[in-house]
């Protein structure tokens, strides 16, 4: 028991192959039926199976400590005893036949024999319920012996039971009744263990394939003929010695020999005749001289023959494949060879050997891999196979919960199936992860391996989990060891196919992220990820904000669209704090400033150095996409409006400086020295920017903080020019002013120039309380002196005769001009509105 003993821990830690059923005749659709085998057969739920595929090992080995004896199928006196049993199988097979048409009644001899081999298989009955098994689900060893009799009861108990009957002992004992010898032929079952033994030699690397299939069709080839040479003989036995004349073997003359009491000829000879009559007949070469005489024996001939037919195909099919090569065992015979000579070259370790050998005979037994009988299908033909298959599972997981139906076909075309067994490690902790995985069935479990050495399980994973995300969308090592607890169905996608996928669906980037952050707890325990997450967040939306900028940069609006499709925020600004609407208005795209309006950007954001849109779009000259800002209402806010004027005088951008005050720009904006751009033209001589500045309303009587006004700054110079249109204006300001002192005379001018910036304003012809669908535009007037002319001069322009009221954005009535503000928008209706 201490070797066997170890055996089964060896069993429990991987060290045995794996021996799996063939379930590729059972499998009954693509998903999920070969999980469903089992249950199928032994007509267990879910939860039983489960408790057998986890428990059996513990509960097995508790057995084993209280002293029941648990054999493993591995074990070396076991698999004697199964070479053993195959003789008794093989003399049985044979001498079944031979005993019902030959004997009735066993001599002496032979009924000691028979007896023998009868209590040999009933040992092996009894040793049946001790043999642990491998759950054809979950690949575990079961050692409950609960489950492993339960299972062989429901198996071949009752036919191996009846099998070891000594039926020829009940025959003579109840009268020679001829109904009991037909229970003869239940002992065929035996047949088998043969059937196993040549499907293990085929499989066997070190016997010659060829051999084995030619041994194995010969066999079956003179086993059916064995058998129907016993049935021809008992059909001539059935008539009475009188009327053995009319039998093929009474009436049958060779030569000058004939079988007249052919049941008093030697055993040999008439066993020799029989089968000479069997194998011409199935070879249908027979020349006349044997053939059937009785209505009996012409309707099994009959039989027989199509039998031979079906027979005759199955010999030759078989042949032609080993000739011709390329049969499924034969190539697997191949694959395993050179694995083989691969594993021997590199001196691979006894655990990672057995892994490779159980995934290549579970590949051969259950054909779990369909990859190879699709491919040669077109591309998009196998999409929708792996939409019908896997969208379902993808839908279920919850990772992508909340995602786009888009991304998910895109995940469902890109998924790979794969099969584990248990103990396999599929992931290592501290290892890189390339490939992202998806539980369709089975049970994994995550394992934490602390430096000395010992494991700790976190967590399991069980269908709808995934794991190997965080390290590949944060640049992570595995935190944990992903290891196999049960046959697992893993869908699998690598991470360079993610990543392009979540390179296009920004959106569902970003919702996987979330739902990874909200399991964070259940999944990974670690404080250090939920950083790690945040800043991929962060530098997904800063890469997705400059990607947003660069197709409003290069005015392509097809991708801004798809990028908005994708989950893009278009108010999302960029490393200089620029949106999409700065670039757009500084290269002057008209369409995708007006597309950006449309999808609600805000007009006046400014960025990191102060300029707005409408600011961008007249510094580059882009008038058209400065009106059409205008006309939604933008307007020029600087926070240093004066020092920027005053730094456009001094570059002598005359151009720029035109558009600006065209633009409603206060001409007498100071700088930090309380400068006004005139003074800075004065004090540079620039005549042309002085005249610009002049005829926008400039006063020559504003005061910097040395007391100096632009008059004073221009005799400094000595510029006569200069001089000569500073005095003229000064002139003609005086002339507007009335008599006043020249303190009065600069406060009134500075009140003027205030009141001249407090003239434009933008006013729509409806509510400001109704809804925005379907309005009307507006137009922007310079503020006249009295509210009614403003209502007059807007019912004009807009072709309105019954509106007598003006209203602020907070719905309140205007009664006096000097309540309004520089660029406010208001709102022109009617007195019962």
């Known amino acids: 028991m201490g070797r066997g003993n170890r055996e089964v821990e060896n069993s429990l830690n991987g060290g045995g192959e794996y021996k799996v059923e063939d379930l590729r005749e059972k499998i009954k659709s693509s998903r999920g039926s070969r999980f469903e085998l089992i249950e199928n057969e032994l007509g267990l739920d879910s939860a039983i199976r489960r408790r057998f595929s986890r428990q059996s090992v513990i509960n097995g080995l508790k057995d084993l400590s209280r002293g029941f004896v648990v054999i493993h199928p591995e074990n070396r006196w076991y698999r004697a005893w199964e070479k053993f049993i195959l003789i008794w199988a093989v003399y049985s097979s044979f001498f079944t036949p031979l005993e019902f048409g030959f004997f009735r009644g066993l001599p002496r001899k032979l009924l000691f024999l028979d007896i023998a081999g009868q209590v040999a298989f009933l040992m092996d009955i009894i040793l049946q319920f001790f043999v642990a098994y491998r759950d054809g689900q979950t690949y575990r060893m079961v050692y409950k012996r609960t489950p492993i009799a339960l299972r062989y009861i429901k198996s071949h108990f009752i036919i191996d039971f009846l099998a070891c009957m000594p ?131 012409m309707i099994f001939i009959m039989i027989y023959v199509s039998f031979d037919m079906i027979l005759g195909a199955y010999l030759i099919g078989n042949m032609t494949a080993l000739i011709v090569k390329g049969s499924k065992t034969e190539r697997y015979r191949d694959r395993m060879t050179d694995l083989m000579k691969y594993m021997n070259r590199n001196r691979l370790g006894k655990d990672i050997r057995n892994q490779i050998k159980g995934h290549l005979r579970l590949q051969y037994e259950s054909s779990y891999t369909d990859a190879a009988i699709i491919q040669d299908i077109p591309i998009s033909i196998r999409a929708k196979i792996s939409q019908s298959l896997y969208k379902s599972y993808i839908e279920d997981v919850n990772l992508f919960r909340g995602c786009s139906a888009e991304f998910i076909n895109q995940i469902v075309t890109r998924v790979h199936e794969e099969f584990f067994l248990p103990g396999e490690v599929i992931m290592e902790q501290g290892h890189a992860v390339d490939q992202l995985y998806f539980v369709c069935h089975g049970v994994l479990e995550e394992v934490g391996i602390a430096t000395d050495g010992s494991e700790e399980t976190v967590s399991l994973l069980e269908p709808n989990s995934e794991f190997g995300i965080a390290p590949i969308l944060c640049n992570i090592p595995q935190p944990y060891t992903v290891r196999v607890c049960e046959l697992c169905r893993l869908l699998r996608i690598d991470k360079q ?160 400086l035109q558009r600006l005050l065209i633009r409603g720009i206060d001409p007498n904006s100071r700088d930090y020295d309380q400068r006004t751009p005139l003074h800075v033209a004065a004090s540079q001589g620039l005549h042309l920017m002085a005249k610009l500045l002049l005829d926008a309303g400039a006063s020559v009587f504003m005061k910097d903080r040395w007391g100096n006004t ?44 205030t009141k001249l910036q407090q003239r434009k304003c933008t006013v729509f012809p409806f509510h400001p309380w109704e809804p925005k669908d379907g309005k009307k535009c507006g137009v922007v007037l310079w503020v006249p002196n009295s509210i009614e002319e403003l209502i007059r001069e807007v019912s004009e322009q807009l072709s309105f005769s019954s509106c007598t009221c003006i209203l602020s954005e907070d719905a309140g009535k205007i009664v006096d001009v000097d309540m309004i503000s520089n660029g406010q928008k208001l709102y022109l209706i009617s007195e019962t509105d």
């Open 167 to 297: 039926w020829d002992i009940i025959y003579k004992a109840v009268g020679n009744k001829e109904v009991i010898r037909y229970l003869l032929w239940i002992r065929l079952c035996r047949v088998r263990k043969l059937n196993n033994f040549f499907q293990n030699m085929e499989k066997d690397i070190r016997i010659n394939y060829l051999f084995t299939r030619i041994v194995k069709l010969i066999a079956v080839e003179l086993y059916c003929t064995h058998t129907a040479a016993c049935i021809f003989y008992f059909l001539a036995t059935t008539l009475p010695p009188e009327k053995e004349g009319y039998t093929w073997i009474g009436s049958l003359k060779l030569g000058d020999y004939q079988y007249s009491s052919f049941r008093d000829i030697d055993l040999s000879k008439r066993y020799i005749t029989s089968l000479y009559f069997a194998i011409v007949t199935m070879a249908t070469v027979g020349c006349g001289d044997i053939h059937a005489v009785n209505v009996r024996e």
């Open 497 to 656: 196919s993610f990543s392009n996928i979540l390179d296009v669906y920004f959106h569902d980037g970003r919702r996987i992220l979330t739902n990874l952050l909200e399991g964070k707890e259940s999944a990974f325990r670690m404080k250090q990820l939920e950083s790690d997450i945040a800043f991929h967040i962060a530098k997904q939306e800063a890469e997705l904000a400059l990607r947003v900028n660069s197709a409003a940069y290069y005015g392509d609006l097809q991708q801004l669209k798809n990028l908005i499709r994708a989950g893009a925020n278009l108010n999302k600004k960029d490393y200089d704090g620029r949106s999409p609407l700065h670039l757009a208005a500084s290269r002057g795209y008209e369409d995708v400033a007006q597309f950006l309006i449309q999808e609600g950007v805000d007009i006046d954001v400014a960025d990191n150095f102060g300029n707005t849109p409408l600011l961008e779009a007249i510094k580059s000259g882009q008038e058209c996409v400065a009106s059409l800002l205008v006309k939604e209402g933008a307007t020029l806010k600087m926070d240093t409006t004066g020092s920027f004027l005053c730094t456009v005088v001094v570059k002598g951008d005359s151009g720029l």
């Open 710 to 753: 632009p008059v004073d700054e221009g005799r400094i110079t000595g510029n006569m020019n200069m001089m000569d249109l500073l005095e003229e204006a000064k002139s003609a300001q005086l002339s507007e002013l009335p008599d006043l002192s020249q303190e009065n005379t600069e406060k009134l001018q500075q009140r003027k120039c």
